[in-house]
Antibody, heavy 120, light 107 residues
């Protein structure tokens, strides 16, 4: 069963760090670029970051650039999001998501259930 | 960044109604458009990709169309499970953006 499971969310003070994890199962994790997407309470979806299949290329939304770092460990089938210097407006549910085909430009076909981060 | 604008923001409809949601992009997407459904408390679920291709397992009452900068999602006969929020998304550029969402509620 293809699955993504996030963890690591919680309450964090502004300026402190937090690391989110996303464990993949049921597919060849190392073949797929992976994304983080977030959703503030009662709001829409905002793309956060992408990492290439091998971790060599990373892109970020302007809102998190320089503060968040996306990474992956293909030996552990795990995606990470290091949140440094979080702000109250980073409060959101954070989802990891897989691209439908193992290329960079495609829709997101598998989503985790999300992990809630509250910056306060 | 490419801006995505959906309309309407909220839509009231009854079971059996035909429903259409519009999504406009600030520049041409060359077919790189997807639609998602999100039920309350759940993660988004991919419905359609490449404008009109139905994801596996999605009921055939959902369809997508459009080109360039204007796209539509149509539900041919609304079912109770379809009351949810729908998002369009562009994946043409390295800054994936979503529309603000259209909430489909019971009339």
């Amino acid at each position: 069963q293809v699955q993504l499971v996030e963890s690591g969310g919680g309450v964090v003070q502004p300026g402190r760090s937090l690391r989110l994890s996303c464990v993949a199962s049921g597919f060849t994790f190392s073949s797929y670029p992976m994304h983080w997407v977030r959703q503030s309470p009662g709001k829409g979806l905002e793309w956060v970051a992408i990492v290439s299949y091998d971790g060599s290329n990373k892109y970020y939304a302007d809102s998190v650039k320089g503060r968040f770092t996306i990474s992956r460990d293909n030996s552990m089938d795990t995606l990470y999001l290091q949140m440094s210097s979080p702000r109250p407006d980073d409060t959101a549910i954070y989802y990891c998501a897989r691209i439908r085909a193992p290329t960079t430009g495609d829709a997101f076909d598998i989503w985790g259930r999300g992990t809630m981060v509250t910056v306060s | 960044d490419i801006q995505m604008t959906q309309s309407p923001s909220t839509l009231s409809a009854s079971v059996g109604d035909r429903v259409t949601i519009t999504c406009r992009a600030s520049q041409s997407l060359s077919g790189s458009l997807a639609w998602y459904q999100q039920r309350p408390g759940k993660a988004p679920n991919l419905l359609i990709y490449k404008v009109s291709i139905l994801e596996s397992g999605v009921p055939s009452r959902f369809s997508g169309s459009g080109s360039g900068t204007e796209f539509t999602l149509t539900i041919s006969s609304l079912q109770p499970d379809d009351f949810a929020t729908y998002y369009c998304q562009q994946y043409k550029t390295y800054s994936w953006t979503f529309g603000q969402g259209t909430r489909v509620e019971i009339k």
